[in-house]
């Protein structure tokens, strides 16, 4: 992260991972990533809709 924020000045990072993913959303916040929101239905897959 220090490569985003001191080498390319970003002032944000984010990932995107679906709701059923526990173990990679653990993973990112043990490494310092905040929660911060559901984006409800924002991938289509199958005729499915996952958040």
Do not use: P
């Not at 173990?23 to 958040?51: K, M, N, P, W």
């Amino acid at each position: 992260m220090e490569l985003v924020f001191d080498g390319y000045k970003a002032n944000r990072l984010w990932l995107d991972i679906r709701a059923f993913n526990t173990r990679a959303e653990a993973l990112y916040q043990s490494i310092s990533f905040c929660y911060e929101g559901t984006l409800r239905q924002c991938t289509h897959v199958d005729e499915t809709y996952y958040a």
